[in-house]
């Protein structure tokens, strides 16, 4: 008599990981102290949010799941917002100089130029990577029939067969 079939188990679904206590007691701080810091910086708050408009279509139009293309085009736009931000501080945080800034063409051709600068990054990069790549892999091919051909100047071409292994033995 056969032996009854046992159920076949259950997969487990992957289990996500947990995120530290102290990571979310951080975050919910710097969100706190951002929210009682906003009215005293509001002119700052917007002048960021309006120059870091491209950040925000490079975040929603990546599909990498670690959005790296979105980071590196925020990091090159807040780098070029940064001077204004400074400008800004140094003649007073006021809404007539944060919209002067941001009524400035000079301004924003630094703000998008330096986004633009990180898009160049995203595409070009890659390109660059593979590009020698491709270049080390065709030289190490090269090296390796240099050293074949030495091989079979020293052994014989039987050295060089293209055989299986177990066919060599048929001779």
Known sequence: MAAPKKPAAKAKAP????????????????????????????????LVVAALFP??????????????GAVSVGAMNFAGTV??????????????????????????????GAAAIGQMIVYTIPQAIATMTLAHAELRVKTL???LDMLKESWGADVATTKPIDKIGEI
């Not at 969100?31 to 917007?46: D, E, H, N, S, Y």
């Open 145 to 147: 029939s240099k050293n």
């Open 15 to 46: 289990e996500k990981p947990k995120a530290k206590k102290g990571s979310r007691l951080g975050f919910f701080t710097v969100l706190l102290v951002l929210g009682f810091a906003t009215p005293f910086m509001m002119p700052t708050v917007i």
């Open 83 to 112: 001077p204004f931000i400074i400008d800004l501080w140094e003649k007073g945080q006021t809404m007539s100089n944060a919209f002067g800034i941001l009524g400035n063409a000079d301004a924003w051709l630094v703000i998008l």
């Open 55 to 68: 950040t925000y279509i490079a975040l929603a139009t990546d599909n990498d799941p670690q959005k790296s």
